[in-house]
């Protein structure tokens, strides 16, 4: 399995963070990460908003961590 990381300096260590910032920092494009996260593969986004949706960075991290064990 690939490995995966948050590619890019100093990433937030709590809050949240959108599609457009997330997929390039999995370097996934945003299709495969709502096509992950519709198959269950990736955490669930919380609607922050009628119209902003984002992931839970702790939910990315433990993700992460998660595919780390799976190599």
Do not use: C, H
Not at 46 to 55: D, F, G, K, M, Y
């Amino acid at each position: 399995m690939n490995k995966f990381y948050l590619n890019y300096k100093n990433p937030p260590q709590t809050g949240y963070i959108r599609a457009s910032r997330l997929a390039p920092s999995l370097d996934i494009s945003e299709a495969t990460l709502w096509r992950w996260t519709k198959n269950g593969t990736f955490p669930a986004p919380a609607r922050l908003s009628a119209r902003v949706t984002a992931w839970s960075i702790k939910d990315v991290e433990a993700w992460l961590k998660s595919k780390m064990g799976d190599e």
